[in-house]
């Protein structure tokens, strides 16, 4: 059941991917969690079995929608496949406000989704919920392989609610965001019906940005125009360098020598009378500068 917290203004809602063993619940949370910025997302929990695992973790659907003024995040849980486990199947599925059937597309595994889809209903029914009042799509997964039942098939036997479905190929990504938002974008319009807040507005989906999710195939870029004509290249700018005074590339000359000669007279006189002696010099000096 979903959780409002008044005081904060945040709600949190609970979706569940449930399904037969390895039809890919994991596969699609692993492909979600990958693809979600860090910022957006809790840590993953695995509590794994000796044959199969279960996964939680939660995130804010920026990318979905959301109400205004409202803090939203959506807690996305897995069940385990096998039967042995339905113990644990019961506690993840408690409280959720809207399920995800991954169905595996081969037609040897119709009957494990038939099995699977019948536990459904009685694990809800025993805790007082009913599949046709809860919010859920349904998941053609496998749909690259080779020996798998026709979408009509499959519609025709599993969907009893005539609710949305989706093929997918959730090992590479396709069809794995399509759920997640239409799914999400039933919970939160069902909650702002029960809890009468301010209408939810689910953001449209840019052709884009369909399918944020990574797919194996990387298309080649469309170029608007013809192909046979190319875009004009702009001709790089010359960069006109002046040389630096500080960085003279040609080597420098000495400068000449030069000489310089300084002459001093020394000359000596006595005087008779005052008997004073008179010094003069005079010397010839050569001075040089290299």
């Known amino acids: 059941m979903v959780f409002f917290n008044y005081a904060t203004k945040e709600i949190t809602a609970k979706i569940v991917y449930y399904g037969p063993g390895l039809s890919g619940k994991t596969t699609n949370l692993q492909h979600i969690y990958n693809n979600l910025p860090e910022e957006d ?9 000796s044959e199969d695992r279960t996964l939680f973790f939660d995130f804010m659907p920026i990318e979905i929608g959301s109400f205004k003024g409202i803090q939203t995040a959506i807690q996305l849980y897995t069940v385990p496949g096998q039967v042995v486990y339905d113990t644990t199947r019961k506690l993840v599925l408690k409280g959720a406000d809207g399920i995800v059937f991954v169905a595996d597309s081969q037609k040897e595994l119709m009957d494990s989704n038939l099995e699977s889809v019948d536990n459904l209903e009685k694990n809800l029914r025993e805790q007082g919920m009913n599949l046709k009042d809860i919010p859920h799509i349904l998941q053609f997964n496998k749909r690259d392989l080779l020996k798998i039942a026709p979408v009509e098939e499959l519609n025709k036997k599993l969907n009893r609610y005539g609710v949305p ?37 689910a953001e449209p989906i840019k052709k884009e940005e369909k399918a944020p999710i990574a797919s194996s195939v990387q298309e080649e870029p469309v170029l608007s125009g013809s192909h046979e004509e190319e875009a004009p290249q702009e001709e790089p700018e010359e960069l006109l360098l002046e040389p630096s005074p500080l960085l003279d590339t040609e080597p420098s000359t000495p400068p000449e020598e030069e000489e310089k000669e300084i002459t ?3 000359e000596l006189k006595v005087d008779r009378d005052t008997r004073e002696i008179k010094l003069k010099l005079s010397l010839n000096i050569k001075l040089s500068r290299k």
Request: proline share 2%; net charge negative.
């Open 41 to 49: 997302r809790g840590n993953m929990v695995s509590l794994a079995t």
């Open 165 to 201: 479905y989706f093929e997918a190929i959730a090992i590479h990504g396709i069809g794995v965001y399509e759920c997640l938002r239409e799914i999400s974008i039933a919970v939160m319009s069902k909650i702002s019906r029960e809890l009468n807040v301010e209408e939810f507005e």
């Open 264 to 266: 001093v007279p020394i």
